[in-house]
T-cell receptor, first 111, second 115 residues
Framework: GQQVMQIPQYQHVQEGEDFTTYCNSS?????IQWYKQRPGGHPVFLIQLVKSGEVKKQKRLTFQFGEAKKNSSLHITATQTTDVGTYFCAGRGTSYGKLTFGQGTILTVHP | GAGVSQSPSNKVTEKGKDVELRCDPI?????LYWYRQSLGQGLEFLIY????????KSGLPSDRFSAERTGGSVSTLTIQRTQQEDSAVYLC?????????????FGSGTRLTVV
């Protein structure tokens, strides 16, 4: 079945440093989504990428979808303490149906 | 409702007992998903509903797990003869296929502890 791998598992940064998490799928994806889960909370939808090579920005967050639609990345510029949490990528093999989640990257930001 | 509502928020049960978890999705959301998350782990897919039917139930771990959805709205996940390995947070999500924003909206989850 479809597998989505995410690295790194953990990332500790100093406030102001950049952060990147990477996501790779074993199969070509129809689309990929990113979620953020704060400690003690539930995942919250951030964004969806659909097109090959797509790049989207949300303030300090930049999301990319690979040309082959099998990998994706999330980059945060100048991290803040409010960025702490676990970031999940989630891929969908067909236009509809379930998302397969990566294991997540736990981000810690030291002030 | 305004969000996805799950109940109970916490459930402690004895090994061997049956439990029912409830999910009330956002009104009008036709798709409903159940996932579970063990401590510090990712999200494990359990079952997907489109309306009242379940086109994908491939993630249900065993025949002790079942789920239904009625009226295209509320869903219940039932775990029979609970085991300690069933302890996890059970998350429900809903979405509305066909809209530009096709992300999941998750509920706050039910934390199940089997003792």
């Amino acid at each position: 079945g479809q597998q989505v791998m995410q690295i790194p598992q953990y990332q500790h940064v100093q406030e102001g440093e950049d952060f990147t998490t990477y996501c790779n799928s074993s199969t070509t994806l129809s689309n990929i989504q990113w979620y953020k889960q704060r400690p003690g909370g539930h995942p919250v939808f951030l964004i969806q990428l659909v097109k090959s090579g797509e790049v989207k920005k949300q303030k300090r967050l930049t999301f990319q979808f690979g040309e082959a639609k099998k990998n994706s990345s999330l980059h945060i510029t100048a991290t803040q303490t409010t960025d702490v949490g676990t970031y999940f990528c989630a891929g969908r093999g067909t236009s509809y149906g379930k998302l397969t989640f990566g294991q997540g990257t736990i981000l810690t930001v030291h002030p | 409702g305004a969000g996805v509502s799950q109940s109970p928020s916490n459930k402690v049960t004895e090994k061997g007992k049956d439990v029912e978890l409830r999910c009330d999705p956002i009104s009008g959301h036709t798709a409903l998903y159940w996932y579970r998350q063990s401590l510090g782990q990712g999200l494990e897919f359990l079952i997907y509903f489109q309306g009242n039917s379940a086109p994908d139930k491939s993630g249900l771990p065993s025949d002790r797990f079942s789920a239904e959805r009625t009226g295209g709205s509320v869903s219940t996940l039932t775990i029979q003869r609970t085991q300690q390995e069933d302890s996890a947070v059970y998350l429900c999500a809903s979405s509305s296929p066909g809209t530009a924003n096709y992300g999941y909206t998750f509920g706050s989850g039910t934390r199940l502890t089997v003792v």
